[in-house]
């Protein structure tokens, strides 16, 4: 088991650009989550995955922000129309999805910069 | 609207010493995880607690969860400069989002 791994680790952008992040879940992890981090502060929610699912959206993800999991497996994130406020460490995290108290596991993050 | 509060946010000690960091909030929560994270990484899980009134060790790092599930505490022993980090808590509701506290910046003089 190696974890979850996101790709790429860092990102560049001009505004105006569009984005695309992607997160591959430990194994056998039902759940998928994405959050943003901006700088000196905890990790925000952005939206969940039950398998294929997309179960619950933050008011943060504006309609420039798209997540899917095709196959229940790895998950992507796109933004469309960068702007300078996008810029963040994107992190994704995955659990079993199973008990009531479900441990998330971390991805070491997107670091998205928006010039 | 969730919150949880950490307190301190910024503490610097010195080697050897004793710290407790604080994490606040006016919601009960299911489950509370800490978290530590290093600049340019994700966050590493280092305990999850569920149980109101739980204590769990972790070397020199004691957990506590509060009686009403509304509180909980981090306490390192002999502080070590690779003790050094972000630490955050983070509160869960069910098997879904976690609300994260805004961390206590840690860092252990030598």
């Known amino acids: 088991d190696t974890g979850v791994s996101q790709n790429p680790r860092h990102k560049i952008t001009k505004r105006g650009q569009n984005v695309t992040f992607r997160c591959d879940p430990i194994?056998?992890?039902?759940?998928l989550y994405w959050y943003r981090q901006t700088l000196g502060q905890g990790p925000e929610f952005l939206t969940y995955?039950?398998?294929?699912?997309?179960?619950?959206k933050s008011r943060l993800l504006s309609d420039r922000f798209s997540a899917e999991r095709p196959k229940g497996s790895f998950s992507t994130l796109e933004i469309q129309r960068t702007e300078q406020g996008d810029s963040a460490m994107y992190l994704c995290?995955?659990?079993?999805?199973?008990?009531?108290?479900?441990?998330?596991?971390f991805g070491p993050g997107t670091r998205l910069t928006v010039l | 609207t969730q919150l949880l509060e950490q307190s301190p946010q910024f503490l610097s000690i010195q080697e050897g010493e004793n710290l407790t960091v604080y994490c606040n909030s006016s919601?009960?929560?299911?489950?509370l995880q800490w978290y530590r994270q290093e600049p340019g990484e994700g966050p590493v899980l280092l305990v999850t607690?569920?149980?109101?009134?739980e204590v769990k060790k972790l070397k020199r790092l004691t957990f506590q969860f509060g009686d009403a599930r509304k509180d909980s505490s981090l306490h390192i022993t002999a502080a070590q400069p690779g003790d050094t980090g972000l630490y955050l808590c983070?509160?869960?509701?069910?098997?879904?989002?976690?609300?994260f506290g805004q961390g206590t910046r840690l860092t252990i003089n030598p």
């Open positions: 983070a509160g869960g509701q069910g098997a879904q989002k976690l609300v």
């Open positions: 995290a995955s659990s079993l999805g199973l008990a009531y108290t479900d441990t998330q596991y």
């Open positions: 919601s009960v929560f299911s489950s």
């Open positions: 995955f039950q398998n294929e699912a997309q179960l619950e």
């Open positions: 607690v569920v149980t109101g009134g």
């Open positions: 194994s056998e992890h039902n759940r």
